[in-house]
């Protein structure tokens, strides 16, 4: 979709924060503040999130997977207890797990929390024969996580694809340089409600509050995220004040594996996507 977004296909509330980019440059890239990730399995939860974050992370509707700095990819695996299967050099886990789930929160403490079952992950392996592959007579799956190969690189670059799109609804508006952020209706029971987005941005829709201050960066290429206001799924709530830093910047070199692409010629392919130019 162009020009508008569709309430009916997102749940709670849409956080819109900036397009981060090297400050008096346009960005080259579609990427915005990861502050927080974790994971539940099992029974328990485990927290990821380290000195190293606040992340530049990449909304990457051209990557299948989500790649993840290798230190977080690694202990992933501990928690899973990921095998590694030497034929296809594919780490397997249960396919059944239905209460685990990623939480990718973004902009601040605040921020919105995108979850992503553990479907979205756990992916099926098809054998030659079309069955899938069993181990002690279940079904295990490849896990759609990699790792970014160098746990000593502090440029790392978060790459979330697919998989992690597929649990999003997601506003990229070009001309304004931000990106509302919401969890996807999945359930596809609401109707189709869609809302032109004015030359304001989506947070002209309603009155938003713009916020202010912000985390202070840790990670060695710093940057500043911001959450200056959000839109209730109807389009006509109110909304709520968040802190962040109003001012999208990025400094430093550039990340390893963040992928040049033109931000007009991206291809919307996960659960809701939607430009505005």
Request: net charge negative; charged share 15%; glycine share 12%.
């Amino acid at each position: 979709m162009f020009g508008g977004l569709d309430t009916s296909k997102f749940s709670g509330s849409l956080y819109t924060l900036p397009i981060l980019h090297d400050k008096g440059q346009a960005p080259t890239t579609l990427s915005v503040s990861l502050v927080k990730l974790s994971l539940d399995y099992d029974g328990s939860t485990q927290d990821y999130t380290d000195k190293s974050f606040p992340y530049p992370a990449l909304l990457d509707s051209g990557s299948t997977s989500t790649i993840l700095p290798d230190a977080i990819y690694q202990e992933i695996l501990k928690t899973t207890k990921a095998v590694l299967d030497e034929g296809s050099g594919a780490y397997l886990v249960p396919c059944s797990s239905p209460d685990s789930f990623f939480s990718y929160q973004f902009g601040d403490s605040s921020g919105p929390i995108i979850k992503v079952p553990w479907t979205n992950i756990a992916l099926p392996v098809i054998l030659k024969d079309g069955t899938t592959l069993q181990k002690d007579g279940k079904d295990v799956c490849s896990l759609d996580i990699e790792g970014d190969g160098d746990s000593t690189d502090p440029t790392q670059t978060p790459i979330l694809g697919d998989s992690f799109l597929r649990s999003a609804y997601i506003v990229f508006d070009l001309g304004n340089l931000e990106i509302s952020i919401a969890e996807a209706n999945t359930e596809g029971t609401a109707s189709s409600n869609v809302v032109a987005i004015p030359s304001g941005g989506v947070g002209a829709i309603v009155s938003a509050t713009t916020a202010s201050g912000g985390p202070t960066p840790t990670a060695s290429v710093g940057f500043n995220g911001t959450i200056p206001h959000s839109v209730a799924p109807t389009g006509t709530g109110t909304t709520t004040p968040y802190t962040g830093a109003p001012t999208p910047v990025q400094t430093g070199a550039g990340h390893k594996n963040m992928i040049g692409a033109s931000l007009v010629s991206l291809v919307a392919v996960a659960a809701g996507m939607v430009f505005y130019l």
